[in-house]
């Protein structure tokens, strides 16, 4: 079975500065997709950006970045220019085609002003 | 385009009782997921559909929870009888298609309290 870890419960940023979120995954899969999800106070799930694991080229979304290292399975979000809506849980996700979406522990982020 | 909506927002039931969770997918979206999140945790998934049939329910607790999506569209999420540690919000998702990888849409939850 899959698992995904993300090992930071907590973390907090400045506004305008940069912060990365950890995470890694466990799968014996080759091809499959990673995700993070943000979930602010108002509980909806919104996808942030997705990997896919057979391009080497990490995904870009705005101010979110990933370093998506295959081979030590790990899938990192940066935020840039951290805003005060970026305040949320963050989860990162996994699935491969015909497989469960299977999610971390989450991760809270505070910006702070 | 509407999004995944889900009723009711907010339940309080004592335990032993039943409650029932309603949920409508994106129109054309075959799969359909619920998810379990208790304070502080990642959701957990409880069943997966792929149109009216049954991809996984492998972490479904099915002494007490069960679930039906008989047309294919909407879905429906029992708990009979509930207990304390139910307590949790529930989470309905969809996407396109269970063997296409494609990102899932997420309804706002229904938070349930069991007292």
């Known amino acids: 079975a899959q698992t995904v870890t993300q090992s930071q419960p907590e973390m907090s940023v400045q506004e305008a500065e940069t912060v990365t979120l950890s995470c890694t995954y466990d799968t014996s899969e080759s091809n499959y997709y990673l995700f993070w999800y943000k979930q602010p106070p108002s509980r909806q799930m919104i996808l942030v950006i997705r990997q896919e694991a057979y391009k080497q080229q990490n995904a870009t979304e705005n101010r979110f970045s990933v370093n998506f290292q295959k081979a030590a399975k790990s899938f990192s979000l940066k935020i840039s220019d951290s805003q005060l809506g970026d305040t949320a849980m963050y989860f990162c996700a996994y699935n491969n085609a015909g497989n469960m979406l299977t999610f971390g522990g989450g991760t809270r982020l505070m910006v702070k002003p | 385009e509407a999004g995944v909506a889900q009723s009711p927002r907010y339940k309080i039931i004592e335990k032993r009782q039943s409650v029932a969770f309603w949920c409508n997918p994106i129109s054309g979206h075959a799969t359909l997921y619920w998810y379990q999140q208790i304070l502080g945790q990642g959701p957990k998934l409880l069943i997966q559909f792929q149109n009216n049939g049954v991809v996984d329910d492998s972490q479904l607790p099915k002494d007490r929870f069960s679930a039906e999506r008989l047309k294919g569209v909407d879905s429906t999420l029992k708990i009979q009888p509930a207990k304390l540690e139910d307590s949790a919000v529930y989470l309905c998702?969809?996407?396109?298609?269970?063997?296409?990888?494609?990102?899932?849409?997420f309804g706002q939850g229904t938070r349930l309290t069991v007292v």
């Open positions: 998702a969809s996407s396109i298609d269970t063997y296409r990888n494609t990102e899932a849409f």
